[in-house]
Structure formats: structure tokens, C-alpha cells
């Protein structure tokens, strides 16, 4: 479809939580995202924030309704190496990932603490992810 006045730009996922202090200490504390905003209804309800890093955005949800737990989703990265080198310097108690090679690609691969699977990807000369 050829379409000059439409573009699709950036998609920003959506991952279920289920504890904010084990969320923060996970997405800020180890993988060093920062914490753009907080947003509940009221006190005593869900929490719904955004985190990034770079030009990467995550929404984090408490909201039963809003997603499943257990989503995979993969991040495009550049300097993939020297990330990997800041996590594993962190000595992070609960993830020690590692770096691997795939399809073309550096990866390192990580779950949070609610099951949701992130995959940080760094093309090598300039393969595509399905080469």
C-alpha cells in the first residue's frame, strides 16, 4: 500500500507489572531507563508509567486489562557490546544476561521480573533480523 501522507513512526509496548518497587529497581535501577512519568487514577489505584531509554519507550502497567503478562518484544540498539558490559558490571541478583549471536544479530536477551521478555538487538552489517 502506497500511501504518501501516511507514515507509521514508533510503537511503544505496553508490559504487565505486578510490583512498582520490583519494576523500578528492574527497568531504572539495572537496565537504566528513567522513569518519564507516573500516572494512577487515585492513590490506592494501578499504576501506569512510562519509562525510556534513548529513543526507546516502555509503558508499564498495573492494569489487569491492559495486557497479558509474558509479552516478548525486541528493541533495536547500537553499541549492543557495551551495554551487555554495563549490565554484567551491575552484578544484578536476579539476571546475568548474555550476548549472544542470531539471525544476523547481536542479542542480549532478559526477562523482567514478571515474566515479559525483552530482546536488545544489534544488526551486524547490516543483515536484517530474518536474513
Known amino acids: 500500500m502506497e500511501n504518501t501522507r501516511f507514515e507509521l513512526t514508533t510503537v511503544t509496548p505496553l508490559l504487565r507489572i505486578f510490583d512498582v ?5 528492574f527497568y531504572v535501577d539495572f537496565l537504566g531507563f528513567a522513569l518519564d512519568w507516573e500516572h494512577r487514577y487515585e ?13 526507546c519507550a516502555l509503558h ?5 486489562g491492559d495486557c497479558t503478562p509474558g509479552s516478548a518484544i525486541r ?3 547500537s553499541n549492543l557490546t557495551e551495554y551487555h558490559e554495563i549490565l ?3 552484578k544484578y541478583g536476579y539476571a546475568r544476561p548474555g550476548l549472544e549471536q ?3 544479530c547481536l542479542e542480549v536477551r532478559i526477562a523482567d521480573p514478571f ?4 530482546t536488545f538487538f544489534e544488526r551486524l552489517d547490516g543483515l536484517s533480523p530474518e536474513t
Not at 21 to 25: L, P, R, T, V, W
Not at 43 to 55: E, H, I, N, T
Not at 60 to 64: G, Q, R, S, V, Y
Not at 115 to 118: A, E, T
Open 21 to 25: 518497587a520490583k519494576a523500578k529497581e
Open 43 to 55: 492513590p490506592d489505584m494501578p499504576l501506569y508509567a512510562q519509562v525510556s531509554l534513548g529513543r
Open 60 to 64: 508499564l502497567t498495573e492494569h489487569h
Open 75 to 77: 528493541i533495536e540498539a
Open 88 to 90: 554484567t558490571a551491575k
Open 102 to 104: 542470531a539471525f544476523g
Open 115 to 118: 515474566g515479559n521478555r525483552l
